[in-house]
């Protein structure tokens, strides 16, 4: 059951409530190079990504998030550390939202400065919690940055706004240990009606990383946990949007474009399973509609894999059967498996 939450606006894209979890990502240009920086962000907006999120290191950065708001057209956040000068000249330049960590802007009236201008401006802010940059009182406290350290370090955060009278606010509390990421979410879930921005900080490569984040991830979304989202990853960002909705969709959450489902391959398999699998995979990139498409090596799983699909190959020796929903349509040598499989799902969808 989702654990709904109030909805927070970023330029029309709504957050929180019965709204579908929403998918970031973070641009890996210098901001400054705003050509640079708005091609990728094209690339990212055609991969599926909903909000896009760039570093704002210096007033280099600062200065080019206008003219980068004004070419793209995603909503763009400011992704703000240590001086609050920077979150006041984004605001400036009409960014779309903020994301803070109040942990590293440092004393209070910075981070009541920040709060004034976004009220100002009428934008939300992130209050974005990290393992990594805890307050030093708290890592003295807990030792390391346990669940409840990152908590209390996101009470803290938090209680600055509320003093304030600023709630149009989403949490984020990520660290590169699940376990801990998990149950710091779980628990300010249970505490704050804000929406959650959930993510595992530093994954790592895309292997792993897409592993860990799809674990941690999977749990709380599973929990009706999270409103917002980012795969973190060493990695092009396109890969990031792509994990994050292989992770929806494999929840039921979210679609976009098609499901392929292959068997792992064993010794009852009689053709090259996996030159066909990335074949169907690589075509399938060129279609938009959600569909299940199984690819299937043998007659022990295939033939009803292959039948509970939208479309579907059951090999035999050499040879397959092609399904469409269920019934077998046509039957052909492994060379002309793959392009029969195209030929049958272009007469049957309209892409």
Not at 69 to 74: G, P, S
Not at 85 to 112: D, F, Q, S, T, Y
Not at 193 to 199: F, S
Not at 332 to 344: G, I, N, P, R, S
């Amino acid at each position: 059951m989702r654990q709904l939450k109030k909805v927070v606006s970023v330029a029309g894209i709504r957050i929180g409530g019965n709204n579908p979890v929403v998918v970031q990502s973070m641009t890996k240009t210098k901001t400054a190079n705003v050509r640079d920086t708005v091609r990728q962000i094209r690339r990212i907006q055609r991969a599926g990504c909903e909000l896009i999120r760039c570093a704002v290191v210096n007033r280099d950065d600062a200065r080019a998030l206008k003219e980068i708001r004004e070419a793209a057209t995603i909503p763009l956040i400011a992704d703000i550390h240590f001086d609050y000068r920077l979150a006041l000249a984004a605001i400036e330049a009409g960014v779309h939202k903020i994301r803070i960590n109040p942990g590293n802007i440092g004393e209070r009236w910075k981070v009541e400065e920040i709060i004034r201008a976004a009220k100002g401006s009428g934008i939300p802010v992130r209050v974005g919690i990290n393992s990594g940059s805890l307050p030093g009182g708290i890592i003295e406290k807990y030792g390391r940055p346990t669940a409840d350290a990152i908590v209390e370090a996101a009470e803290q955060a938090l209680s600055v706004f509320t003093e304030n009278d600023f709630s149009d606010i989403v949490i984020s509390a990520k660290g590169a240990d699940v376990p801990d990421t998990v149950e710091a979410y779980q628990i300010l879930s249970a505490r704050f009606d804000h929406p959650l921005h959930i993510g595992i900080t530093e994954a790592g490569l895309p292997f792993q990383g897409g592993i860990r984040s799809a674990v941690g991830l999977g749990i709380l979304l599973n929990q009706g946990i999270g409103d917002t989202m980012r795969v973190s990853l060493t990695a092009d960002p396109v890969h990031e949007v792509a994990a994050a909705y292989t992770v929806l969709s494999a929840l039921g959450l979210r679609h976009r474009g098609p499901l392929l489902i292959s068997c792992p391959v064993c010794g009852r398999c009689d053709v090259e399973l996996e030159r066909i699998a990335r074949a169907v995979d690589r075509r399938l990139k060129a279609y938009q509609p959600f569909l299940k498409v199984a690819v299937m090596g043998c007659v022990v799983n295939g033939p009803g894999e292959a039948r509970d699909a939208d479309f579907g190959i059951a090999c035999g020796k050499g040879l397959g059967a092609v399904f469409v929903r269920g019934k077998e349509v046509r039957r052909v040598k492994e060379d002309k498996l793959v392009d029969t499989l195209f030929e049958v799902i272009d007469e049957n969808i309209d892409n």
